[in-house]
């Protein structure tokens, strides 16, 4: 089949036209293979050494002739060969690749693009040899870090290649010092374009490969598991580019010395964060520590890392140390519903947008709604930062002006963070999902648990859900045999009530159990699909039991303690009726027209309170002496 495929090349067309080089050789007019077409002949590259293996695939130090009427050209390339692919899914990267390949060709900070070609059936990417990466610059030098003011000039001329990947809406998802090639002007040059995504959703042959997606010391969380903990995003290269920026800072790479697995737990499940050193510009320190943000939204973009970077670039002086006064003041998220500086700069509002008080993320912490809807009618300077706007609200004769930072937009009814449904069911992700981003002309951006990307489409495709927030009682619906996760079971057999921990941005539920009792390390925690769960509270429980059986969800000593406490509570009844039948008795005894006969004219506060109880409860409560029917005859 990869024969087949390269039998029938897309056709190589050596057109004639004018161009001007690579960057780095501005102007170079000649005539030269029509650039618009990527496909290189394989007859023409000419494999020299291996230069470097990772994981996407090795590194060829390679010759690429070209050769027309009146042209011959050789040129150093690399050449990235990347793992096997099966081999129908060869052609879609190839489509992929030709798509991407003249937009990347314009950027001046993503690697220089040769074209691709397939040899010994896997694709092989040629692009511009450079002299060597930062992470080889890194390695030479004493403690293997940088100065600050290289980080930050290296910081900028990156994020402004991320940025120019990410306007083309490619993510790079493999940041790290090996792939930050270095030009002749010392400048750094994004030296992958993105394979990861490139792959991304294509089965691969190694079947570790198929399981991740860049290179798991810099992985952000929700890079592990895209379905499962995404979506992917342009936020998730913000994480690489922190654990980058941290390893040119430090000398240590990011979770140096651990296993795969154990770089899993300490970023997924424990939720660590790659430590920053002291002494950084505040607005380098606040954006870095963004790019940490478990939950994506809450991280920067590279639009706010070069903000952050160039109004501190001047504030470093030679050895290094930081000058003067950092730029951007970071809002304690804890006073902002658990959304940081970066989550709330992501949508500028404008006059004439309708508006609400911002309800906290993830919670049903009353707010104060002081604004249900109103119309913004005027801005103040700095609307992205934290300033304030003047908004009308129904009924209110004069506009009022309300902090930025507590008011959300409102379109078509929906505003970023809201739960909504799909109209049309999708039997590949989940029905119910978060709002990411809502347009004014209505196109959205939604997280949906079992996508690896943003699902995109319109308002009109939405409906609203019902929310999930961090606290509330859930349990499976009485409908759902096999859900898309395991949930544990009680000891009856029906499905166990759980209590959300936490809500990742795919509406993707974690669930503890804390009604259930585990031994060890065995995990409590479980992962839940929103459409298959539904909400528990004493309000929806029918009846006294299930009111009970509610309350042992909360903790799995409630059980015990309440067994040991009807125990107690019987046996200081049994003592207590145990005080009072001797006391009847011993009336009796002095009194003989007492008749003790039997049990309709007994009962628990005459004659022999024994009598009607079973005689092991008997003996339990009054001991083994207690009188019996016949023992008190
Ligand atoms: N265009 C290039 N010019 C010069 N050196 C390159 C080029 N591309 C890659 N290299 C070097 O080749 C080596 C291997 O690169 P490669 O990208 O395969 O490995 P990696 O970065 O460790 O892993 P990954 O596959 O995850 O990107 C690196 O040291 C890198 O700097």
């Not at 291996?50 to 695939?57: A, C, H, K, L, T």
């Not at 709604?369 to 009924?395: P, S």
């Not at 507590?406 to 809201?418: I, K, N, P």
């Not at 309170?609 to 008190?632: K, M, R």
């Amino acid at each position: 089949m990869a024969e087949q495929i390269v039998a029938a090349p897309p056709v190589v067309s050596f057109d004639y036209e004018l161009y001007e080089g690579d960057p780095d050789h501005l102007i170079t007019v000649v005539a030269t293979p029509n650039l618009a077409r990527p496909w290189i002949d394989p007859a023409s590259l000419k494999l020299k050494h291996r230069i470097g293996r990772g994981s996407f695939g090795d590194v060829w130090l390679a010759t690429h002739h070209q050769s027309g009427d009146d042209f011959h050209q050789s040129l150093e390339v690399a050449v990235k060969m990347l793992p096997p692919i099966k081999e129908d899914q060869i052609e879609k990267i190839l489509r992929k690749f030709e798509e991407l390949f003249v937009e990347i060709k314009q950027f001046q900070s993503v690697c220089w693009l040769h074209g691709i070609t397939i040899m010994s059936g896997k694709i092989c990417i040629a692009t511009k040899f450079y002299e060597g990466s930062l992470g080889d610059r890194m390695a030479r030098l004493k403690g293997g870090k940088l100065s600050l003011p290289d980080v930050l000039r290296y910081g900028i001329e990156l994020a402004k290649g991320i940025r120019e990947l990410h306007s083309i809406g490619v993510l790079v998802l493999n940041l790290k010092p090996t792939n930050f090639l270095l030009n002749d002007h010392d400048q750094v040059i994004l030296g992958d374009f993105g394979i990861p995504y490139l792959l991304l959703g294509t089965p691969l042959r190694d079947s570790d490969m198929a399981f991740r997606l860049g290179t798991p010391n810099y992985m952000a969380p929700e890079q592990w598991e895209p379905e499962v903990r995404g979506p992917i995003t342009f936020e998730t290269d913000t994480w690489g580019f922190g654990c980058s920026i941290v390893e040119m800072l430090t000398g240590a790479q990011p979770w140096f010395g651990k296993s795969v697995e154990e770089i899993y737990q300490c970023v997924v499940i424990n939720q660590e964060k790659p430590q920053l050193p002291s002494g950084l510009p505040p607005a380098v320190q606040n954006v870095i520590n963004g790019c940490f943000e478990y939950d994506l939204r809450n991280r920067p973009l590279p639009a706010d890392i070069l903000h952050a970077f160039e109004s501190s670039k001047n504030a470093v002086c030679n050895d290094g140390e930081w000058i003067g006064l950092g730029s951007r003041i970071l809002i304690d998220k804890s006073n902002s519903g658990g959304y940081s500086t970066w989550f709330l700069s992501k949508d500028h509002l404008q006059v004439a947008d309708t508006v609400r008080s911002r309800k906290a993320l993830n919670s049903c912490r009353p707010e104060t709604m002081a604004v249900t809807e109103g119309t913004v009618v005027g801005l103040e300077k700095d609307t992205d930062r934290n300033g304030f706007v003047l908004v009308r609200i129904h009924e209110m004769h004069n506009p009022r002006s309300v902090n930025i930072s507590s008011l959300e937009r409102v379109t078509c009814g929906l505003a970023a963070g809201d739960w909504v449904r799909l109209m049309e069911n999708s039997k590949k992700h989940s029905s119910v999902g978060i709002l990411h981003s809502i347009q004014r002309d209505g196109r959205v951006a939604v997280g949906f648990l079992g996508l690896e990307t943003l699902w995109k489409g319109h308002s009109s495709d939405l409906q609203m859900a019902e929310p999930y927030y961090v606290g509330q009682f859930v349990r499976l619906k009485e409908h759902v045999f096999t859900p898309r996760f395991d949930w544990p079971c009680k000891r009856g057999g029906a499905w166990a009530t759980g209590r959300i921990s936490q809500i990742l941005p795919n509406g993707c539920l974690v669930v503890r159990f804390p009604g259930r009792f585990v031994f060890g390390d065995v995990s409590n925690s479980f992962l839940a699909d929103p459409a298959e769960v539904e909400s528990v509270s004493f309000d929806t429980c029918p009846g006294v039991v299930e009111k009970y059986q509610h309350i042992e969800d909360f903790h799995w000593a409630v059980r015990p303690l309440v067994i040991t406490f009807s125990l107690f509570t019987a046996l200081k009844l049994g003592l207590f009726v145990r005080k009072n039948v001797g006391a009847t008795l011993k009336k009796g005894r002095r009194n003989p027209q007492v008749h003790v006969d039997g049990h309709a004219r007994d009962g628990p506060t005459g004659g022999n309170s024994s009598a009607w109880l079973p005689s092991p409860v008997a003996n339990i409560l009054f001991g083994e002496g207690a009188p019996t029917t016949a023992a008190a005859r």
